[in-house]
């Protein structure tokens, strides 16, 4: 799936299998519903796509939180702020994180899920580093993506030495099986020494 430049094909699987099916399954709740969040949170989603994950955070951050979602495509980005426009808690940004004018230390969690093995190689590294960089020092990095078992998309020892060298260290992990795409891995990162 190109997601940036999505086929007429890749928008009715998004807007069908995805945003209206799965979206609504346990699968995606259920593992947002476990994240350690009060509901106060400043929370940033990297790779929020058409908010097929964005509207359970944003009922999970009821207690004042804030949701930050940040998308490259415009497409997406259009179909998330049309289908998450009943949430005041969203602020919706289309564009390269990189490039953004958000500061260091912002968020108290990151959320990147099933949305980084879309990343380019080439850019990988900058881009966790920049997340990285938003994330308070006692905040969270949670990743969730498909491993390599599955069409080569995402090894686990790739995200490991990705998150290392970003400055950041694994406190908790787990393997998991979501529909359509076979093994996932589930990861919480901190910054290393907290």
Partial sequence: MSFENPSFLEKIM???L???????APMYKTYLMKLPLNG?????????????????LAKILS??????????SEYYISKAR????KFNNIEIL?????????????????????A????????????????ASKLKKSGTVFIREPTAEKGAELPVEEIRTLTKKAGLEEV??????????????EGAYKVKGR
């Fill in 94 to 114: 289309e564009g390269d994180l990189r490039k953004m004018e958000i500061p260091a230390s912002s968020f108290d969690a990151i959320l990147i899920h099933f």
């Fill in 172 to 185: 908790e992990f787990g393997m998991g099986k979501v529909m359509r795409m076979g093994t996932v891995y």
């Fill in 63 to 72: 207690k004042g939180g804030k949701l930050t979602c940040i998308d490259i």
């Fill in 82 to 85: 049309k289908r998450l426009q």
């Fill in 116 to 131: 980084f093995h879309h990343v380019s190689e080439h850019e990988k590294q900058d881009i966790m580093n920049t997340l």
């Fill in 40 to 56: 106060n949170e400043k929370v940033l989603e990297f790779g929020s796509g058409g908010g097929v994950c964005s509207r359970h």
């Fill in 18 to 24: 995805e945003y209206r099916i799965m979206s609504h």
């Fill in 14 to 16: 998004e807007e069908i």
